[in-house]
């Protein structure tokens, strides 16, 4: 971010930058810079509330009248309740012969794309896994918890793509099931914690660290701290 | 799992050192051309997504906004982009800015990257110069810049 800013200010435009961190936007010293100290992923604060977006704006605009360099502080802050998670509920079963992670991934097909309607296919699955694919590439996973080699687990892609594909499935399904903008990281508590795929790829996770795969193929399946 | 503890394994992460710090006057600010330039992989769905490591851009038309993000990292929250674009890429922020005259006017085009990156020398060398002539070239005054 702030290397952009600094190319960018060489090329003659000038820049205001937002930062999330306060280390790294105090450290890498953009040539305006708003820390903000907002959730990772929400560097305007508050989704679906303009007038927020519009402060976060007019304080970032204002640093255009600095006559020098300057790194200042957002004056509202937004900090994430690490316990909260989303009341979210997941579907009965519904075919006892599967693993009940991939009956959870088919039985939220109808919320999911309710889901895609919403968030205009923002974020779901697609990088490199579709929708339709999403059981398929939980039995993956699964393989690879109950014990089967990580590489010879059928992974229809960089773990860590298959792995995003999968997690973004999952919040936008969560999307629709409730009536309002989740609290940051709210639905990837939930995910992780409360159903069954999150299960399956913290398992995984387990189990190619166990097996000596490569740091980045199992770190990234997961955010950083779990 | 905590927004702190996540930030807290990447704030010290070294950025690109700069000995002079560039630094550009803009016009007036109600007279400026705005884009943005996010580093959320932001991309329209018929552009090649962003790949693991990728130092390029992706031009994205302000006309045409069904931006979709390819960040493969998972450290971040999605669900705030997936709500609402404007959490990240706050474009209908700036039609309202311009609608009241506090900018001059929105960039018909605005750029992505991918912000993950752990070496940053092709962005400042090869493809943050190119960004940049490419946004000077389509008249831009003032960038903002929105992580994810």
């Known amino acids: 971010m702030s290397t952009l800013a600094h190319v960018f200010e060489a090329e003659g435009m000038a820049t205001v930058a937002l930062g999330s961190i306060r280390k790294q936007i105090e450290s890498t010293a953009p040539p305006r810079g708003l820390w903000c100290d907002f959730p990772l992923g929400r560097p305007l604060g508050k989704p679906g509330d303009p007038e927020f977006q519009h402060r976060v704006l007019e304080a970032a605009f204002a640093l255009l009248d600095c006559p020098k360099p300057t790194v200042i502080e957002f004056g509202e802050a937004i900090h994430d309740n690490s316990d909260e998670v989303l009341a979210c509920p997941t579907p009965p079963r519904h075919d006892p012969g599967s693993h009940p992670a ?12 309710r889901g895609v309607v919403i968030s205009n296919g923002r974020f779901g699955a697609g990088r490199v896994v579709a929708a339709d694919d999403i059981p398929s590439a939980l039995e993956a996973f699964i393989r690879v918890a109950e014990g089967t080699p990580w590489t010879e687990a059928g992974i229809p892609g960089l773990p860590m793509r298959v792995s995003h594909d999968i997690r973004s499935y999952y919040e936008t399904a969560a999307l629709a099931m409730v009536d309002h903008a989740p609290a940051a990281w709210a639905s990837t508590r939930w995910f992780l914690d409360q159903t069954e795929a999150g299960k399956v790829m913290m398992a995984a996770r387990q189990a190619m660290q166990d097996q000596d795969a490569p740091q980045p193929m199992w770190f990234y399946l997961t955010p950083g701290d779990r | 799992m905590a927004d702190s503890d996540i930030k807290a394994l990447t704030e010290a992460l070294p950025g690109e050192s700069f000995e002079t710090t560039a630094f550009t006057t803009p016009p007036p600010l109600a007279e400026a051309t705005v884009a943005i330039v996010t580093t959320a992989s932001l991309h329209h769905p018929d552009q090649d997504d962003f790949e693991v490591m990728d130092t390029g851009y992706r031009v994205l038309d302000d006309s045409q906004r069904d931006y979709v993000t390819g960040h493969w990292s998972p450290n971040f929250d999605g669900t705030g982009f997936a709500y609402d674009m404007n959490t990240v890429f706050p474009a ?8 009241r005259g506090v900018i001059g006017r929105v960039a018909g085009q605005h750029l992505a990257y991918a912000g993950n990156q752990f070496d940053l020398s092709a962005v400042r060398m090869d493809s943050g110069p190119a960004g940049a002539k490419f946004l000077r070239g389509q008249g ?9």
């Open chain 2, 140 to 148: 831009v005054d003032i960038v903002l810049l929105t992580p994810v």
């Open chain 1, 102 to 113: 991939v009956d959870e991934a088919r039985g939220l097909r109808p919320a999911y794309d």
């Open chain 2, 92 to 99: 209908e922020r700036l039609d309202e800015l311009a609608e």
